[in-house]
């Protein structure tokens, strides 16, 4: 007999996916425009192939489309210690004082009040404890965000080997509230041409702020500093993939009053509340009570939805197609309804027809989620 499987769980999530099917390069890049993807939307008994020009058709007057605001940050600085040591530092969470949970190589430098300097001193920061193993606080100044731009690399997925010409290509056009250190990516697509249309067919955008954690292990992040520049003392290689099952880390999020009440005056009038990217789902979610009613609100969030989450909110979900045995995925499949379409839909619609992978790649609308009432 079979065990039963644990549709909580990500490594019940796998399938195969060929290394081709990962798109590498932003559309810009290959000729075309953000918009150059397909969209499978999928409805509660069928599914649809078409364009992600089409999105505006699956909308009407009255709904709202949520985004996530956030925009990236470059995140992995490279400096010295005031003792003259080599330092390079991984960015990740940016803190509402300014200050950042970082990761710091090599460790032998990581003390409390630990100076440092990036850019013959344009930037300088200073270690101030360490909130959990291998996670510390660093006070920048300037602080947050502002000095990070031409100093700082940015930090890209193990899958795009060539950064994009253009590092607007990793930004969504609405990008607006720098602390981000990853891409909410479904929202990459979207042209301005396409928000207009929204609006002129009567669809409120509504922005919402969740900034994504790019965090993964110390252990990857000394490798990748070994890839990068010459090895620091105590590099070691990376922690096998895929991460544990678990809350994910913490994120900083903020819906604004202004959001809160688009988003419940568009739930009264009638209209359907369309969210893009799993970032501003997770951020809805954590700020919406069992009605349905959102609530401004701002802080830190490690809701983990997979199936058996009862939805509070959106009736329909803009995301990408997402990697094995990612969160993502879980999230997707609690939208689905279950693991077990979820898997089918990539087995027998995503996979057969290339789609292709990632924030570069194809869309998925899943249209049929009927909100808690």
């Known amino acids: 007999m079979e065990a039963a499987v644990d549709d909580r769980r990500r490594d019940s999530y796998g399938f195969d996916l060929p290394d081709e099917r990962i798109a590498r390069q932003p559309p810009e890049e290959r000729g075309g425009k953000r918009s150059d993807a397909r969209l499978l939307t999928v409805h509660r008994d069928r599914v649809e192939h078409?364009?992600?020009?089409?999105?505006?058709?699956?909308?009407?007057?009255?709904d709202a489309f949520v985004v996530n605001n956030a925009r990236v940050v470059p995140s992995v600085l490279r400096g010295a210690t005031s003792d003259g040591d080599e330092v390079a530092v991984q960015l990740f969470?940016?803190?509402?004082?300014?200050?950042?949970?970082?990761?710091?190589?090599?460790?032998?430098?990581?003390r409390r009040g630990a100076r440092l300097t990036f850019g013959a001193g344009a930037l300088t920061g200073e270690l101030r404890h360490e909130e959990d193993e291998h996670v510390w606080r660093l006070a920048l100044e300037p602080p947050g965000a502002a000095g990070l731009e031409g100093l700082a690399e940015y930090l890209y997925p193990y899958y795009i080997e060539t950064p994009p010409a253009d590092p607007a290509s990793y930004q969504t056009v609405y990008a607006s509230r720098p602390g981000s250190t990853g891409l909410p990516s479904a929202g990459r697509h979207l042209t301005r041409e396409l928000l207009d249309e929204l609006g002129a067919l009567g669809v409120k955008v509504v922005e919402v702020t969740l900034y994504i954690a790019v965090r993964g292990t110390?252990?990857?992040?000394?490798?990748?500093?070994?890839?990068?520049?010459?090895?620091?003392?105590?590099?070691?290689?990376?922690?096998?993939?895929?991460?544990?099952?678990?809350?994910?880390?913490?994120?900083?999020?903020?819906?604004?009053?202004?959001?809160?009440?688009?988003?419940?005056?568009?739930?009264?009038?009638?209209?359907?509340?369309v969210v893009c990217g799993t970032s501003a789902l997770r951020a809805l979610e954590t700020?919406?009570?069992?009605?349905?009613?959102v609530y401004p609100g701002s802080g830190w969030t490690s809701i983990l939805i997979a199936p058996g989450h009862r939805f509070r909110v959106a009736d329909a979900f803009l995301t990408n197609l997402h990697m094995p045995m990612s969160s993502e995925l879980l999230l997707t499949a609690a939208f689905v309804g279950s693991r077990?379409?979820?898997?089918?839909?990539?087995?027998?619609?995503?996979?057969?027809?290339?789609?292709?992978?990632?924030?570069?790649?194809?869309?998925?609308?899943?249209?049929?989620?009927?909100?808690?009432?």
């Open 50 to 62: 078409g364009r992600f020009d089409d999105l505006p058709r699956h909308l009407r007057a009255g």
């Open 340 to 373: 077990e379409r979820t898997l089918e839909i990539y087995r027998d619609e995503v996979l057969p027809r290339d789609y292709a992978f990632y924030e570069f790649g194809d869309s998925m609308l899943i249209a049929g989620q009927a909100p808690v009432s």
């Open 218 to 273: 110390y252990r990857g992040f000394c490798k990748r500093v070994w890839e990068i520049a010459r090895p620091f003392p105590g590099a070691v290689p990376p922690h096998p993939w895929p991460a544990p099952d678990g809350p994910p880390q913490p994120e900083r999020y903020e819906v604004t009053l202004a959001a809160a009440d688009a988003i419940n005056e568009t739930r009264r009038g009638g209209g359907r509340i």
């Open 287 to 293: 700020v919406a009570d069992a009605g349905g009613r």
């Open 93 to 110: 969470s940016p803190m509402e004082d300014g200050s950042w949970h970082c990761m710091v190589a090599p460790e032998r430098v990581c």
